[in-house]
């Protein structure tokens, strides 16, 4: 950004010195000798601070690996949350509560935890049961307030 700010610092400069040079040069042929070297100096000055340009000064950092891997994980947790939220519905299993961490390495979605809190009418061990049958899932199952 400081580049940007001194190149036009410098062409502001240049414009006003020109215009004060050609107001002060004389008419007829030698003022318009003047009046291209005033040209040929305000071009010069558009061109001269690109001798100092840096394209790091312009990188920018788009992380899209990173939001991509979010949005990846993101939705893994909803699939895994909605399938668990299934079954244990269609198992007459209700008013549980369900959290999966899952992360990704490479291209894998890897499932580190889910964890599943159903309420005391429930068997915590027939829970687990019912998600590794269906689901191929060992889930940490409590009951709610554990």
Known sequence: MDYIKSWTFCICITLIVSVIFSILSP?????KFYKVIISAFIFISFLYPLTDFNASDFKIDFEFDSEYENVVENTAKTEIKNSVDYVLEDNEIYNSTVTVDVAQIGDEIVINSVKVSVIDEYSVDEVKDILFK?????????????
Do not use: C, Q
């Open 27 to 31: 008419k007829g042929t030698m003022g």
């Open 134 to 146: 269906n689901l191929g899932i060992v889930a940490d199952v409590k009951r709610i307030g554990e």
